[in-house]
């Protein structure tokens, strides 16, 4: 009887001891399962901040161009105005009488 008490006494403490081992296993799988998300959301963070560095590129890249393009209408306008003001200079030089301080010789 006492064997027997015995015996069983020693077979509730390896479930026990089981029960604890499992409640361990499971604490591990949980913690594992943290570290992933986390490892996951470190990725996601990373993959934002590359993507947020390239799109401040683009903008910078467009900005770039607009503003050659910018340079490049005043350029144009400049050659416009220059032509028109050698053809006006042309056009009162061809006039008899009319005389223009840009070219003395012609009066």
């Given at each position: 009887m006492l064997l027997m008490l015995l015996m069983l006494l020693m077979l509730l403490m390896l479930l026990m001891l089981l029960m604890l081992l499992m409640l361990l296993l499971l604490l591990l799988l949980l913690l594992l399962l943290l570290l992933l998300v986390l490892l996951v959301l470190l990725v996601l963070l990373v993959l934002l901040l590359v993507l947020l560095v390239l799109l401040v590129l683009l903008v910078?890249?467009?900005?770039?161009?607009?503003?050659?393009?910018?340079?490049?209408?005043?350029?144009?306008?400049?050659?416009?105005?220059?032509?028109?003001?050698?053809?006006l200079v042309l056009l009162l030089n061809l006039g008899n009488g009319m005389c223009l301080f840009l070219l003395p010789d012609s009066c």
């Open positions: 910078l890249l467009v900005l770039l161009v607009l503003l050659v393009l910018l340079v490049l209408l005043v350029l144009l306008v400049l050659l416009v105005l220059l032509v028109l003001l050698v053809l």
